[in-house]
Nanobody, 127 residues
Framework: QVQLVESGGGQVQPGGSLNLSCVAS????????MAWYRRPPGGWREIVAL????????YYRTSVMDRFTISRDKFDKAVTLQMTNLRIDDTAVYYC????????????????????WGQGTQVTVSS
């Protein structure tokens, strides 16, 4: 069983920045394609960003392009979501997810079938 733990959430003003981190307790993430999802207040879960095992392939939802960056650290122990120029509509609970895959370049924005999910971290953007 893999436990994913998110951290880095908080409250910021519009235009501010936050860095979210996701780690797997007791292991590395190199077997997994990784994702960040979010659930806005009263809304449905939605994809935010994906990254392949190699880190070479990424995907972003349109509304976060050029503001958010997903990355894997060089030891493959953490996946980070750097969020800049935050907007009020970025307010949500953010979840990290991991999918086991043998393919190093695999990402699939059309599927939310992940093997493991974290508990989430709250991001609130307000003035």
């Amino acid at each position: 069983q893999v436990q994913l733990v998110e951290s880095g959430g908080g409250q910021v003003q519009p235009g501010g920045s936050l860095n979210l981190s996701c780690v797997a307790s007791g292991r590395t993430l190199n077997d997994y394609s990784m994702a960040w999802y979010r659930r806005p207040p009263g809304g449905w879960r939605e994809i935010v960003a994906l990254i392949s095992r190699s880190g070479k392939n990424t995907y972003y939802r349109t509304s976060v392009m050029d503001r958010f960056t997903i990355s894997r650290d060089k030891f493959d122990k953490a996946v980070t979501l750097q969020m800049t120029n935050l907007r009020i509509d970025d307010t949500a609970v953010y979840y990290c997810a991991a999918r086991v895959t043998q393919w190093t370049e695999y990402i699939n924005p059309s599927s939310d079938e992940y093997d493991y999910w974290g508990q989430g971290t709250q991001v609130t953007v307000s003035s």
